[in-house]
Structure formats: structure tokens, C-alpha cells
């Protein structure tokens, strides 16, 4: 116990350390740390770091910046898993190193300082490389020199002599942070991707025909020009019979009617089964393959629940809930009733059966070639379960992603990215004000949040069409899709009913009027519209600037307008940042003056040119304050490459 | 893995449980978490907390406040270790009778979720006492009774059937929080106390005379009549005489000058020795046990180092360091020399033989009889050497209190505290305007300190002679003392000095000339000057007034003066809470409104009687504003009860 140093309230720490924290190769992980010694000797840290497949650990700086609180950096290159710690120690070669120096100022004798100084860097010595050998031998015999004391006392001002002393850690009776954070590098896509959802059953190009894979395998490459890589489908298995849903959510389904695609299972057969209507695995596997080639991940949906004739209702009872009169327990929410859905009951004796029949369902999929997943309300399911599943897939196949379908209360959806899901859904679809936009991407960016919940943003969903998309027409879902493709480097939409601007609600509740999930509908997958000649373009801007591929380096910037919002996307190459302003304000044009500081683009100050993306205009910008204008019927939106 | 709660962010957690928090006998410890579960079923949770001696645990409610936040507290009668952590179930019980109720609000048929419900009431029915086994017999009864459906539903709205419910916990499929948080609860003088500190040397009638402890056995009447409870004395060992320092800090000392009593060990012993000028370890043993007769602890200086001529340099060279000219090194602060002291080498290899060493010192003075030990500059010993010292000394002893004197950076500080230290000394004594107060009393009470930091508030020491108190007179002393004893429960003062007004500094630096540290001084025992007679009466105050008699409550009030500090210290009996406003100007009179709101003394609100008990004038006061006027020379607080 001859250590001396503490170390405490390590960051990033996600409830102490049980959690890995996110990146992609060559995001940095910022650490911080509070530590000191005892008595007044030189105190050093550094960051102990290493993948898991590596035994030693590699060393990485931390800097002292006030009251004992030290800071420092790290990134991998490579995807995989890492960890990380903290070391600290006593350097008593620095200390002396200083003590000397200010003796010397002082005019004391160091004849004994400058001996106890070899004994310093004989043990630096042993760890030097070659030529810094050769230069702490020089100093080892300018000390030994008595004839030579002036020589010596110079060079312990030597900023050589410093450089080695602070190279070589000698980390002698040093203190290791007793928690080892785990860090997850997984591909680029886990942070910058962008989606597209529509219901397969709707891809036919014949009114009221049912869509198959085929005629999806038609709209790939609409998908692929409009700029997505992520194309999402609901689920695709047998619909129940039974309770079947029908349009506009109806109880009674009339003949003929499809049925809503999330009432899993059939007698054809469950969550490994395919709706014949669609076609056949061989189809899917065909569409799945067909969409990389236009690189384009296929996302299933996971949706772990049953219709009342899904095969497991029968084949295992002991999965569900029964009540005392011998009838199935469906989902409620009194006194509403969901009797087309059957939860699992996750309580049953055979749980182990159960997560593990859910797991082969997963894997069964990932086999077929899927390696994203949409997993439908997750927050009903137990987090253990989640934790567990996502942890088996990961031992066997690496950037398999689960984006987490969860709209619940805050410290539910950031649980559910803490045990493993890869992205989440967000409260984006909802915040509208400009304070509301602030205070939600600083608490995505800026809170413990950063370390392992990465946001996806949708202006829309099957599930939700906000209030503020009511009846509205192209300048507020422009708006609302610029919105999400600047803010988040994840985003995705529900489309043809997104770009094709359909915002009818079925009574004024944020649904849609006639929705896709209980009915087939038919959409234009050719014609390119104002919406989507700008989804096509802004797709294309993203994919080309670096600034837009990562959400968490905005910076918020000052203007006089509060239906404005102006904002940096900053690039590693600060000359390649991005400025953007946006009119919040659907109905009337806005303008106003944005402060605007060259030198954060690496320009010098005084006049810039800046030159707008999105509609190829260019104006002569100060560093200060300059006038911007924005028309929602023409431009949602200013983006700013700085020249 | 049937289990379906979470419960994160259990606060208090000291550094994941490692570190104990601190109260004494029923001291509230309010304890937070966030709790959720998956799903829409009803969560429940408790606190379960048990003694160290006890396996089983006991359970203490939890409510939910908003977002998944709960809280809950606890307290204990009895001294000794505790500990508590979080258990948390879906409450299926609770979650039915909601259900059942909104169904039948709606009209829809209950019969089986009836049936349902006893089952639930015959699974609580065998944790139920016998009434209540009665009452539930009564509502199965009810269930059963197929043909009084009416009956039945209207019982479910019984407040009756909703208390036993919530009563009765099921907890099936329960989570523990994975952190046993422990609690040390002491005896109450760790959080109220009241210490008067002189030099043992400086206690004879006789001018010049080196006092004895004899002398100080005349002085104990003094002390007590003050009301003072502890009684700290610089060191009582022999006195180094290489290096001995001289009057005023001189680096020597003239033949017949003491010596600082901090420079331990001569040729006559060490740590566990007395200087033989004060008396023998049988007048020690006397002197303390006459103290505790008056109901006075004497409180035992440790201070872990050596001068040059302590026994240990040569018994053990090996616990010191030594330079390549074969001298032994001595405290430094470059250029400064401190020859006259020696810190032990914590890295010594003969680490185990130090501390063990070093245990048995406090352990020998335990066993003369001290309870209290005033630890000088814990922070200049390794950190993990204190945590085990005080941890033995744990091992067989009770209530033996340890003070930190520290004054050193909030992390060093605070760190002292959670490793074991009773109480510290603090930034107090640097605190001088209002917002400074203010701003540290929040820190100390409404941070994490409060859960293991245990301030003691010195105005001075002999170390220090503030600036704002050079060449003051009785009302800066006055203004001084008054916040100590008012703000904290645990206060102190470096007497005579303080009481009887000295504060010449040395050369203007925030030192006392002519210090007591590096001299023999005689003092006035005997004169109730104004200054005293405050301190007695203050002092009665505090033993009278429970709300004096712990830190955490106080609440700082409005006024519209920056030099007057008014604030609520609050009893359990709210009518016995005081309201005390303080002039911080220590040279002009202040008058001013301070806000006043009655009902927090659980009086009407209207018009009240305030009674000043420091000068026992009183005043008609409304809710609302009230005029104050404090003149420094008089009066420099108003302490009000509230008639």
C-alpha cells in the first residue's frame, strides 16, 4: 500500500463502467477525472486503454486544467471492443525536476539535489529509446562532473532535460481506477445513416393490388437515388385472422381487408414465416441482396408479440397469460382493449424458452442476410431480456443493429440505449420551438446521453403524424425534414406519405387518416417533386460533408429572430464546417440578423464569401452579424459552405 | 431473470458504496432513485435497510415523485453501522385493482378480472395480520358470491381493499439494487460540538512559568463555565531540540525558548511520550478524567511527523528518507527548508512497520483515556493509510471521533472525510460576505458533502489570524464568532487569543505575532469580558436550542442588505425553530428588511412576538417584512425565537 495517488469520479462512467459507451472509428472519447495526492509532490495520470483482445494496456495523456480535475482524449481506428482506465502516481522525477529549478532561482546549493537527479534518470534511463539514452547520459555525466557545477545547474533548465522527464513515466507505486469502461467501435453507419420506411404490401403499381418483393425490388432504385441507405419495412410475417383490424383501425375487418402487419402470425406460420402475399424467402433474400448492391441495408422490424392464431399460442401457452374463464390475456390499457395483440408474458416459468425461441427468431434473420433491426416498442419487453439478446448476437456477429422503437419517458429510452440498442428513436417528432430544438440537442449532445444514445430523427412514423403536419403542405414538411437531416446524422421518414406531403389526420389525433398499417395503398414512386428533388439534394450533401455525418458537433449561434435557428456543424478540417439557418416558421418569411465568427471556419477575420447548398447562391458575409431572409414556399433553409 | 424493475441512480451512493455516509441518532438520510419498470404495469418499491448485525432486512416506504423518481427516508435510533439499498417489483396486485377500477368506471364487465383479484388477495392474505385476514376473507367472499355481482364491484372502490393492497407487498420477481450503501451512525457529539483550544505550556497563573497540566486542571472550571465540550491541545509530547524554532518562527531558538509543540520527539521520546515539563502521563490521565467530570473532552493532537532528534530517526531509519550526502530529509516547500520537521516516507518497504507503528500510538492514547483526536495535516499522509487506521480503531472502538485539519483543495478535503474523518475543519474561516456564506453553507448542506462531510468551524487558529480579523476589535471577533456558533453545530475557537481580542498579525501576513506556537503566553483565566460573557451565553443557547444542534437545517431568508445575513435555523418542532439575522459590517451600524414568513414556525400568519435571546428585547414582527437594525459595537446578531 505504498500508493499515494487517488483517482475519482472518472467520466465517461455508465453506472460504473457496466455499460459500453458508443463511437465509430475515430470518434473521440473525451475523459475526465478528479485526481490528486497526498502532501505536495508533483502528481501524474494517463489513460490506460486496450481492445479486448490485447493484454497490455497502451498510454494515452491526461492534462491537469484546475482544482484537480484532469482531462484528456482517446479514439480507435478500428471497430471493436475497448476499454479503458486510469492510472496516477507520484512523480518524483518532475518533482525534483521543478524543486531543483526553483532552488537554482533561488541561489541554494543543489550539490546534493543534482545526485539524488541521477538517481532519477538512471531509472528514466531504462525505459528511453536509443537516442534519448545517449542524451540522459549526458546529462548523468555533466552531474557527475564536480569540476563542472555551473555546466550543471544550466542544464537542469533544459527544456530537453523536461521533455525526457515527462516522456518517461517512471509510474512508481501508482493507483489504477478500479473500473474498467468498456467502449463499443462499431461501423460508420451505427452513427450516419439515413432511412426510408414504406409497407412492402404498398409497392405494387396496380391500384389495390398487394405489393410484393418484386415489385419492392422496382422501387430500389428510387430509394437509391433519392440518396437512403437504410430501407425499412414493416413486418413481413403471416398477419392474424383472428380480431384482424380493419381500415382506420376499425375492430371488424371486412373480407379482403389486409389487416395491420404488426398482428404477427397466422396458421401460415409466425415471426420466421413470410406473408405469402409478398412472396417467398427466396424473394426476400433476392430484394435483401438486390439492395445492397445499390447500398442499401434492408431493416426488418422485431416486433415480439403475437396475433391470437400465431402458431406459439398453441405450440406454447406457457408463453402468454391466461385468465381464470380459460381465454388468452391480450393487451390492454383499460379499459381499452388490443385484443389483436398478444403479449408475451415474460414472467412465465419457461422465460428461458422463451428468450431463447425470440433469440433464434433474430438469428434466424441475420442468417437471411438482415442486419438491422427496428425492434417495435422494446419498452414493453423486460430490459434483462433485451440486455441478454443483444449481448448473444453480438458474441456471434459483429454491427448487427437494433434501433430502438421506444416513444416513452426519457430515462426508459436512454435505459434501452444503455443495454445495447445501436440508435433510438427520439423525441425530435415533437419539438418544434426553437428553445425546444436548443434544450433537446444539447441534452443529446452535451449530457452523459452522448456517451451511448444516438438519436434518429423522424419527422413522421406510421405511428405519428404531429399536430404541427396537419394539413400542411410542402414548406412545412421541408422544413421538418431539414430540421432532421441537419440536426441528427441520423434521420429516416416515413415516406411516399412524407415526400409525397399526405397529412391528413384521422380526427384530429396525431394519426393518419386511411394508414398504411391497416389497408394497401398505392403511391407515384416516379415523379420528382419539389419535396423530393430536396430530399435528393440534401441526401447528397450529407453524404459529401464530413460536418453532417456526426450529430454531436453543433454549436448553437446567436441571431435575432426566434422563428430562426442558426447553427455550426463543425468539421475536423474547420474550413469544411458548415453554417445553417433555418426558418422554424412554415407560413410567413423570416429574416434577421445571425452572428457569424470567420475564424471558427478557419478564416481570418473581416469578409467571407459563403455560398448556400441548397440553392447555389452566394453572398459576401462579415465576421459579426449578417442579414439572412427565408421563404418557406422556396427555401426552408440556408446551408452554408464558407469560401 | 423473471424480474422486470430497474433501479438506477440510487442516491446516497458514496463512490459505489464503498464509503460510509455519516449521522447520528435519528438524523434523517433521504434516499432517491430512479425506478421504472417495462410495460404499463404498476411499479412499486421500497428501501430495505438493516443494521450490521442483522441478516434480515427491514423495509422502509418509497414514493414516486414525477418521470421516475423516487424518494423515500430513513433514520435510526441506535448507534452503529447500517446499511440500506432498493428493492423494486411490477406490483400485479396494485396493477389490478387500478384496472378493475377504470373497467368499472367504463362500464365493461368485471366477472373474470374479479376472479383475477383473488387470486391476488389469497397470495396476500398469508402476509396479512389476522384483522386483516379478515377483511380479505371478506372480499374473496364478496368475489364469490356470484349473485351479488353489484356487491362486489362496488366493494373494489373500498379504501379498505386499497390499504391492504398497498400494505401487503407481494414483491414477486423483485430486483435489489446491486449497491449496499452503508451508514455509520455515531454518537451525536460527532455532530455537536463546541471546542475551545489553548496551549497546555501557556496555562500558569505565573508569569513566564511553562504551564503544567496541573495548571490546566484550574483552568477546566473556565472552559466549562463557557460551555465549551471539548478541550484541544496542541501536542503534549517532548519537543525537538535540533532545529528548534525560536520566538516568531525564527529558525533558532534561544537557550530557554519551548519550542514548537509540533516539532515531536527528543531524546526523552516520542509520540507516546509527554514533556515531562507539563507533568507525567498520571497528571495526564487526571486532567482528562477531571474534564469528563465536567462534561469536557479532551481532544489529543496527531500529528505523524518527526524532528530531527526523534527516537524513531534512529530505531528506524528506514521510515525516512534519506539524501545521497547520508542527511535525513526534512519537509520542504523549495526553496523553503522546514529542518526542524521530518515526514515519515509512506513509500518506506517498511510500510507495514510505520503504519502499524503509527496505529499503536493512537491506540496507546485511547487506552489513557482520549476519545478525541485532532489530526494535523491528514493530507500531507497517504490517503489509503487514514482509511485503514481509522477503520482498526473502528474494529475495537466506538464513538472515537477523528478531526481533519485539513485547510487544502475542496477535493483533498472532502476525500478525508468520506475515508473516515469525524469531522474537518473548513473553508469558514476565508468566508466573509454574504453571498461567500451563503454560497459554502449551500455547498455543505445541500451537496453530497452533506452525507459524509461533518464541518467544524474555527474563526481561528494557531495558525491562522484571518485578515478580516487584523487589529480588530470586540466586533469583528463578535460578527465572528457568532456566525461560527450559529451556522454550524460543530465550532471551535483558538482561545484566549480569540476571547480575549488579540490580533496583532505578523508582519501583516495572516499569522499571530508573537505566537503561542513558538512561545510561552499567560492569560487572563478569570475576567467575563464582554466577548466571554457572549460565548457563555451563546453557547447556553446552543445546549437549549435544538436547532443549533445540527447543521443541515438551515435556510437562508430575503432581506434587501447585503451586510445583514438573515436565516431560519429549523427544529422538528417547527414552534422551536429560530430566525437569526447577523450584521456582517463589523464598523457601521445596518438596518434593513428581512422577510418573515410564520407559518414556517407553525404560527398563524398575522402578527407574532419575536424575542431576541442574545439580548432578550422583543418586537412585534408581521408575516411579510419585518425592520431589523444590528449595531456592531452592541449587538452582532439578532436571534429570535418566535412567541
Request: with cysteine; glycine share 4%.
Amino acid at each position: 500500500m505504498q500508493n499515494r495517488a487517488i483517482i475519482e469520479n472518472v467520466t465517461p462512467n455508465i453506472e460504473g463502467g457496466k455499460y459500453y459507451i458508443k463511437r465509430t472509428p475515430n470518434e473521440t472519447i473525451e475523459i475526465t477525472a478528479h485526481i490528486f495526492g497526498d502532501g505536495h509532490d508533483e502528481v501524474n495520470a494517463r489513460i490506460l486503454y486496450k481492445s479486448a483482445k490485447q493484454k497490455k494496456w497502451q498510454t494515452s495523456h491526461l492534462y491537469h486544467i484546475a482544482n484537480d480535475e484532469w482531462i484528456g482524449n482517446i479514439a480507435f481506428e478500428y471497430e471493436g471492443m475497448y476499454s479503458f482506465t486510469i492510472e496516477a502516481w507520484i512523480d518524483h522525477a518532475l518533482d525534483w525536476l521543478i524543486g531543483i529549478r526553483k532552488k537554482i532561482l533561488a541561489n541554494v546549493d543543489v550539490k546534493v539535489e543534482l545526485k539524488i537527479g541521477k538517481e532519477h534518470l538512471s531509472k528514466i534511463m531504462k525505459l528511453a529509446g536509443a537516442k534519448d539514452k545517449v542524451l540522459i547520459k549526458s546529462y548523468i555525466h555533466k552531474i557527475d562532473d564536480v569540476n563542472e557545477y555551473e555546466v550543471a545547474i544550466k542544464a537542469m533548465n533544459d527544456i530537453v532535460l523536461e521533455r525526457i522527464i515527462k516522456q518517461y513515466q517512471l509510474a512508481e507505486f501508482s493507483t489504477k481506477h478500479d473500473v474498467e469502461q468498456l467502449i463499443k467501435v462499431e461501423n460508420k453507419k451505427a452513427t450516419f445513416s439515413t432511412w426510408y420506411e414504406f409497407f412492402t404490401r404498398s409497392a405494387s403499381k396496380e391500384i389495390g393490388k398487394h405489393g410484393t418483393f418484386k415489385d419492392c425490388e422496382k422501387v430500389l432504385p428510387f430509394v437509391a437515388d433519392l440518396g437512403f441507405d437504410v430501407l425499412y419495412f414493416p413486418p413481413i410475417h403471416p398477419i392474424g385472422n383472428n380480431f384482424r383490424k380493419g381500415k382506420n383501425n376499425s375492430t371488424t375487418a371486412k373480407p379482403g381487408e389486409p389487416g395491420s402487419p404488426w398482428a404477427i402470425g397466422s396458421p401460415d406460420g409466425g415471426h420466421k414465416a413470410i406473408n405469402k402475399e409478398l412472396g417467398t424467402l427466396a424473394d426476400f433474400k433476392m430484394l435483401v441482396s438486390k439492395a445492397k448492391s445499390l447500398n442499401i441495408d434492408i431493416a426488418m422490424d422485431i416486433a415480439f408479440q403475437a396475433s391470437q392464431d400465431h402458431p406459439y399460442v398453441k405450440e406454447h401457452p406457457e408463453w402468454f397469460k391466461w385468465r381464470p374463464d380459460g381465454t388468452v390475456q391480450y393487451a390492454e390499457n383499460p379499459p381499452k382493449k388490443y385484443q389483436d395483440v398478444l403479449p408475451f408474458n415474460f414472467e412465465s416459468n419457461d422465460w428461458k424458452g422463451l428468450w431463447n425461441e425470440l433469440l433464434s427468431v433474430v438469428m434466424y434473420w441475420i442468417e437471411q442476410g438482415v442486419t438491422i433491426f427496428r425492434v417495435d416498442n422494446p419498452h414493453t419487453k423486460p430490459f434483462v431480456f433485451w440486455e441478454w439478446l443483444i449481448k448473444e448476437v453480438n458474441k456471434k456477429y459483429n454491427n448487427i443493429f437494433f434501433l430502438s422503437e421506444a416513444f416513452t419517458r426519457p430515462k426508459i429510452m436512454a435505459k434501452l440505449a444503455k443495454i445495447g440498442f445501436t440508435q433510438s428513436y427520439s423525441y425530435f417528432t415533437w419539438r418544434v420551438t426553437k428553445s425546444e430544438i436548443i434544450g433537446y440537442m444539447n441534452e443529446l449532445t452535451q449530457s452523459e446521453l452522448r456517451e451511448y444514445f444516438r438519436p434518429n430523427f423522424w419527422p413522421n412514423t406510421p405511428d405519428i403524424l404531429p399536430f404541427h403536419l396537419h394539413n400542411k403542405g410542402y414548406a412545412a414538411s421541408a422544413m421538418r425534414f431539414v430540421l432532421a437531416a441537419t440536426l441528427s446524422s441520423n434521420y429516416g421518414m416515413y415516406g411516399p406519405v412524407f415526400d409525397l406531403l399526405e397529412t391528413e389526420s384521422f380526427n384530429g389525433k396525431e394519426e393518419y387518416n386511411n394508414s398504411e398499417k391497416y389497408e394497401i395503398r398505392n403511391w407515384d414512386w416516379t415523379t420528382m417533386t419539389p419535396m423530393r428533388k430536396l430530399i435528393k439534394l440534401m441526401n447528397a450533401i450529407r453524404n459529401k460533408y464530413e460536418a453532417f455525418q456526426t450529430t454531436y458537433n453543433i454549436e448553437f449561434v446567436d441571431n435575432d429572430n426566434p422563428m430562426l435557428l442558426s447553427f455550426i456543424k463543425h468539421a475536423n478540417d474547420k474550413s469544411k464546417s458548415l453554417f445553417i439557418v433555418i426558418n422554424l416558421d412554415d407560413n410567413f418569411k423570416q429574416s434577421g440578423h445571425t452572428k457569424f465568427d470567420a475564424e471558427k471556419f478557419a478564416k481570418k477575420a473581416g469578409i467571407v464569401k459563403v455560398n448556400d447548398l441548397l440553392n447555389g447562391e452566394s453572398y459576401d458575409w462579415k465576421t459579426d452579424w449578417n442579414y439572412v431572409e427565408l421563404d418557406p414556399q422556396i427555401l426552408p433553409a440556408h446551408i452554408f459552405e464558407i469560401l
